[in-house]
């Protein structure tokens, strides 16, 4: 690690002497990587570092290049902008650098805070208690614009693939892409969404019954229910969404209403998000189709929840 990155962490933390510890995951496509760096003469034993440096075959002014770049610039942009404002736990961001391809952040390390459990799968309860989290998240951010954000959140939406819906199968939700879209970007009751909102970016306090969230690349405005069918989708197979889906929408909508203004006019929003809800899925699955037909996360239920968009467009 750079010597000037090394002295910004130390600063950062009030540190008189840091180890960088292992590496915890490499970014996608060789993107950086993610460490954990020990320290001596802090309150904080250890923090996260999050190095973005663009990889030296990277081509400038290919559109996949250009996504991950801008993505990185809007998580730094949210953790100095928006994060000092969310009462939904993340980690606080101590310190931040971008230097021509290198960007640095320096983040609270929330195994230290009570949140190094992770999961690859979960109980109905620990699925709740990440729904609880983004149904505070999208209450704190209604209506909020995502000014230095995503203008859409989410990083499988439509403008930013056009590669992979030309690569999809000719067919009635290739011809709906857009009509879907539209749909989703026209809704009345606008919020931030966390935009990647797996169960691989949620970390669990040791009972399950509290969570964290981490990586906002692809924060931004848009529709909450976006985030909820992608959490439903990364923790739920497709027999288990039949079974499950109905009650655990309906303890998003109970915290989502605990939580929002009450000069929100509650019953439309959640008719809304509700009516956009297979809207929301059949996009993913659009997405997927052209991306990775094969994928474990196209099944019966997708493909029912997209069927049933096609007929309500009359497609």
């Known amino acids: 690690m750079k010597q000037e990155y090394q002295d910004l962490i130390l600063q950062a933390c009030g540190a008189s002497q840091l180890r960088v510890g292992a590496t915890i995951q490499t970014l996608w496509s060789g ?20 190095h973005v440096t663009f990889p030296g075959d990277a081509e400038r002014t290919d ?4 996504r991950k770049a801008k993505s990185y610039q809007v998580e730094s942009r949210w953790y100095q902008e928006y994060s000092a404002e969310s009462s939904c736990r993340i980690p606080a961001c101590l310190a931040a650098h971008s230097c021509g391809d290198d960007m640095l952040l320096v983040l609270e390390d929330l195994d230290v805070a009570g949140f190094d459990q992770r999961r690859t799968s979960v109980n109905d309860g620990e699925i709740r208690a990440c729904l609880s989290w983004l149904a505070h998240f999208h209450a704190l951010f209604l209506g909020v614009e995502p000014d230095g954000l995503w203008p859409v959140g989410t990083y ?10 030309e690569a999809m199968e000719e067919g009635q939700l ?3 892409a857009g009509d879907i879209d539209r749909m989703l970007n026209g809704c009345h009751f606008k919020t931030l969404v966390h935009g990647d909102a797996k169960l691989a970016n949620f970390c669990f306090s040791p009972g399950g019954q509290d969570v964290a969230a981490v990586d906002f690349q692809y924060v931004g405005g848009g529709c909450g229910i976006k985030d909820v069918i992608y959490l439903l989708g990364s923790c739920l197979k497709g027999r288990e969404c039949q079974k499950k889906v ?4 309906s303890h998003y ?3 989502l209403k605990l939580s929002v203004n009450k000069e929100v006019d509650f019953a439309s929003l959640e008719a809304e998000w509700r009516e956009l809800f297979a809207f929301a899925w059949a996009d993913f699955d659009r997405f997927l ?3 990775m037909p094969g994928h474990w996360k196209i099944n019966s239920y997708s493909q029912q929840l997209t069927n049933e968009v096609l007929c309500k467009l009359k497609l």
């Open 253 to 255: 909508f109970t915290e």
């Open 63 to 66: 559109r996949s290049h250009i």
């Open 31 to 50: 993107y950086g990587e993610i460490i954990r760096v020990h320290l001596d003469g802090s309150d904080r034993p250890s923090v996260i570092v999050k």
């Open 246 to 249: 109905p009650g655990l929408l």
């Open 156 to 165: 499988w939406h439509l403008e930013t693939r056009p590669d992979e819906l």
């Open 289 to 291: 189709l052209g991306w």
């Open 174 to 176: 290739k011809a709906a």
